[in-house]
């Protein structure tokens, strides 16, 4: 049985995937910052619930020791928790700070905790990064979180071409619109984007039916917007044209809001 480790899983994604993954009779640990908030998906399903702050390192290392005491080991880990934050230039170093904590360095903290016991175990393990489309493309109206996504798939890029020969199988899934909190609610109003993206929104529960079959191969990109692949080769392919289309998109934005 498939022992499962979801940060972030108090709702949207996250929780999705918990729910799908202890459907397919995985063993689960659910972890949100808001213990409420896990401890109810985890009743529901049956898992463990876990609180932690994945910005904090001693947080996760504390996720990683209890999941390991209550599963017996860990075999999927989906280091999924995120924050989205409107703003540019001028937004304030605290909020870059906790952005660029949750959306990266969280993941820094789970590989630090989890490699000395996976790498050459003998037997595969799977890391799965909830990274977003904005890791590839960007996102209009969010400095940090462009900024921050992008690290998070290239961290991601980094430990798969850096480990995948010692046993660890690295995914970075990339949505666009999902309707959750983080689309609808506060810290995505104003982002430029947000309502764009909810056009073509998808449910969560249909991320991670695409997760669950995903996590089953080795492909790096899990893509449940299949368009975003082909953004991204045309972004490679003419950065000057792909930006100025995106700089048309802005104007719009402002046009807009102003009218």
Same mark, same amino acid.
């Given at each position: 049985? /498939?022992?499962?480790?979801?940060?972030?899983?108090?709702?949207?994604?996250? $929780?999705?995937?918990? !729910?799908?993954?202890? $459907?397919?009779?995985?063993?689960?640990?659910?972890?949100?910052?808001?213990?409420?908030?896990?401890?109810?998906?985890?009743?529901?399903? @049956?898992? +463990?619930?876990?609180? $932690?702050?994945?910005?904090?390192?001693?947080?996760? !290392?504390?996720?990683?020791?209890?999941?390991?005491?209550?599963?017996?080991?860990?075999?999927?880990?989906?280091?999924?928790?995120?924050?989205?934050?409107?703003?540019?230039?001028?937004?304030?170093?605290?909020?870059?700070?906790?952005?660029?904590?949750?959306?990266?360095?969280?993941? +820094?903290?789970? /590989?630090?905790?989890?490699?000395?016991?996976?790498?050459?175990?003998?037997?595969?393990?799977?890391?799965?990064?909830? +990274?977003?489309?904005? @890791?590839?493309?960007?996102?209009?109206?969010?400095?940090?979180?462009?900024? /921050?996504? &992008?690290?998070?798939?290239?961290?991601?890029?980094?430990?798969?071409?850096?480990? $995948?020969?010692?046993?660890?199988?690295?995914?970075?899934?990339?949505?666009?619109?999902? !309707? /959750?909190?983080?689309?609808?609610?506060?810290?995505?109003?104003?982002?430029?984007?947000?309502?764009?993206?909810?056009?073509?929104?998808?449910?969560?529960?249909? +991320?991670?039916?695409?997760?669950?079959?995903?996590?089953?191969?080795?492909?790096?990109?899990?893509?449940? &917007?299949?368009?975003?692949?082909?953004?991204?080769?045309?972004?490679?392919?003419?950065?000057? !044209?792909?930006?100025?289309?995106?700089?048309?998109?802005?104007?719009?934005?402002?046009?807009?809001?102003?009218?």
């Amino acid at each position: 049985m /498939t022992r499962v480790v979801v940060t972030g899983a108090g709702g949207g994604i996250g $929780a999705a995937l918990a !729910r799908r993954f202890a $459907a397919d009779g995985a063993q689960v640990v659910v972890s949100d910052i808001n213990p409420a908030a896990a401890s109810a998906v985890a009743e529901e399903i @049956g898992a +463990v619930a876990v609180a $932690a702050d994945v910005a904090s390192e001693a947080d996760v !290392r504390a996720l990683v020791a209890t999941a390991e005491k209550e599963l017996g080991g860990i075999d999927l880990f989906c280091s999924n928790a995120g924050v989205l934050s409107a703003g540019d230039e001028n937004t304030p170093d605290q909020q870059w700070d906790r952005d660029f904590g949750v959306n990266v360095m969280s993941h +820094v903290y789970v /590989t630090r905790a989890l490699l000395p016991t996976w790498l050459d175990s003998g037997t595969p393990k799977r890391l799965l990064i909830t +990274v977003s489309a904005a @890791g590839l493309l960007t996102l209009l109206g969010s400095a940090t979180y462009s900024v /921050t996504k &992008h690290a998070a798939l290239a961290y991601a890029e980094w430990l798969r071409a850096t480990y $995948a020969h010692r046993g660890l199988i690295v995914q970075a899934l990339c949505p666009q619109g999902v !309707r /959750t909190d983080m689309l609808t609610g506060g810290d995505a109003r104003g982002s430029g984007s947000a309502a764009l993206l909810a056009e073509g929104a998808l449910e969560p529960s249909a +991320v991670a039916d695409l997760v669950a079959g995903s996590v089953q191969g080795n492909q790096f990109l899990i893509l449940p &917007h299949p368009e975003v692949a082909e953004y991204y080769r045309l972004r490679a392919a003419d950065p000057d !044209r792909w930006l100025g289309g995106m700089n048309k998109m802005q104007r719009g934005f402002e046009q807009r809001a102003s009218s």
